[in-house]
């Protein structure tokens, strides 16, 4: 209900050919991937057949908060995010209700805010299509007021943000199915312990049009299809996203609108998908003589899959590093196994435990997104040295070698005391963590 006043409020009921995306893991990878297969697909427009125009939504940013909001695959400019952020917050301000209480709250808080603002930049452009990855959960979720998407998907779940959706994989898939709606089809992937039966039956009891879960069998069909995004379980994303995009495509088609595209184009999507941050591999200019990873890894899943990324990679003879932190309550005790499990045959030559703050000295730096100002920085670095105490704790009983443990009070700080000739640097545990070492190497917005 406070979305929908929202919405009226800066003068829209929302009509957007909506693909709508939810899940614990891989939201972003199945998101990207499916933007690239549309934006690969042609749709005729006045007699013309022109490149389907895509927006794309999805959460946290990476380095800066307009990479949130993307057309055609792109994130949207500095004067365009600047021009509809204000259009939005001058619209709320006309509109602020006479009385201001928890019912009618004067604006609302960031997530929603730039839910708002994405909206109102799919419409203003035009496009085609959105795929709109949820933020939290889904039922209760700010994107969740689309009454109407044209289909919906769900991604690998796993046990996170327990305090918002509960302590057990079903509750949390009773909220990430949340999404489902009355005769619209639905579509996920293997899911763990009663998830999948949690999922079935919430579309069942919405009414779904459609209702499929993707097999292993059906995954494994992908083996020989050229993927933009590293990893072994993107083929799960890269599946799911093939489902999503041809029930878009069907759907458009039953309306009557010529949509021209074929498996090479679909093959082509895939291929051609990128996305920061999530098994990236970098060179940078600043730290040239070592090769950088960067995963945004969160959860034991997602981490023991990066993992598998990260040994699978890096060469036998360089030297190897890890850059860590976590946020939002997780826990080295929780997180660190997955990672051990898959280090157990590797030696670390250095393991360093940072904050998220990009810079040494902030105030020689101006611009970014990615300070936090409403918070005091921690001078004694306490959640740093429980991670390192932790960390050095589970090595020895995983039979991990860790030969130098340290801890950094910033992204650049950690990455001097990472970097050396020849090796090869892990930098994971949170999507913050990527986003401030990509700024700390002086990287462009992607």
Not at 80 to 97: G, I, Q, S
Not at 117 to 122: A, D, N, P
Not at 159 to 171: Q, R, T
Not at 334 to 361: G, Q, Y
Request: charged share 25%; hydrophobic share 40%.
């Amino acid at each position: 209900m406070e979305m929908k006043n929202y919405l009226r409020r800066i003068g829209y009921d929302v009509l957007l050919n909506v693909i709508h995306v939810a899940g614990t893991k891989g939201k972003g990878s199945t998101s990207a991937f499916c933007e690239s297969i549309l934006r690969k697909h042609k749709i005729n427009k006045n007699g013309e057949l022109v490149p389907i125009k895509t927006g794309l939504f999805t959460s946290p940013h990476i380095m800066e908060a307009r990479e949130r909001i993307r057309i055609n695959g792109k994130p949207i400019s500095k004067e365009l995010f600047a021009k509809y952020f204000f259009t939005v917050w001058d619209r709320l301000e006309e509109t602020t209700p006479k009385i201001i209480d928890v019912y009618n709250p004067d604006k609302p808080h960031y997530f929603r805010f730039l839910t708002l603002v994405s909206f109102h930049t799919f419409l203003e452009e035009k496009v085609d299509t959105v795929v709109l990855e949820v933020g939290v959960g889904g039922e209760y979720d700010a994107t969740n007021v689309i009454e109407q998407p044209v289909v919906c998907g769900i991604t690998s779940l796993g046990m996170d943000h327990i305090a918002l959706l509960g302590d057990s994989i079903e509750k949390i898939a009773w909220h990430k199915a949340g999404i489902i709606k009355s005769h619209r089809p639905a579509f996920t992937v293997p899911q763990p312990g009663g998830a999948g039966q949690v999922i079935e039956a919430r579309a069942k009891d919405a009414n779904a049009s459609k209702f499929h879960g993707a097999t292993w069998e059906e995954i494994e069909e992908l083996k020989n299809y050229k993927l933009g995004l590293a990893g072994d379980h993107q083929k799960i994303n890269a599946k799911l996203a093939m489902l999503l995009s041809q029930a878009w495509i069907d759907a458009k088609r039953a309306e009557g609108i010529e949509i021209v595209g074929d498996e090479d184009t679909v093959r082509q999507g895939l291929a051609e998908t990128t996305w920061p941050g999530r098994c990236q591999t970098l060179v940078s200019p600043k730290y040239p003589k070592a090769t950088w990873y960067l995963d945004g890894a969160h959860t034991p899943e997602s981490l023991d899959v990066c993992g598998e990324w990260f040994t699978k990679t890096v060469t036998g003879t360089s030297k190897k590093a890890l850059i860590f932190n976590c946020t939002h309550g997780r826990t080295g005790k929780d997180l660190f196994p997955a990672l051990l499990k898959r280090f157990k045959s590797m030696k670390l030559s250095k393991v360093v435990f940072t904050t998220n703050e990009p810079w040494k000295d902030p105030s020689a730096h101006t611009g970014g997104d990615l300070v936090n100002n409403m918070t005091e920085p921690d001078l004694v670095l306490k959640a740093q040295h429980d991670l390192k105490d932790t960390w050095t704790a589970l090595a020895k009983e995983y039979g991990v070698d860790s030969a130098q443990v340290f801890v950094a009070g910033s992204c650049e700080d950690a990455i001097e005391k990472a970097y050396s000739e020849d090796s090869e640097i892990l930098i994971t545990g949170s999507l913050h963590l990527v986003g401030s070492c990509l700024t700390a190497f002086g990287a462009e917005v992607q």
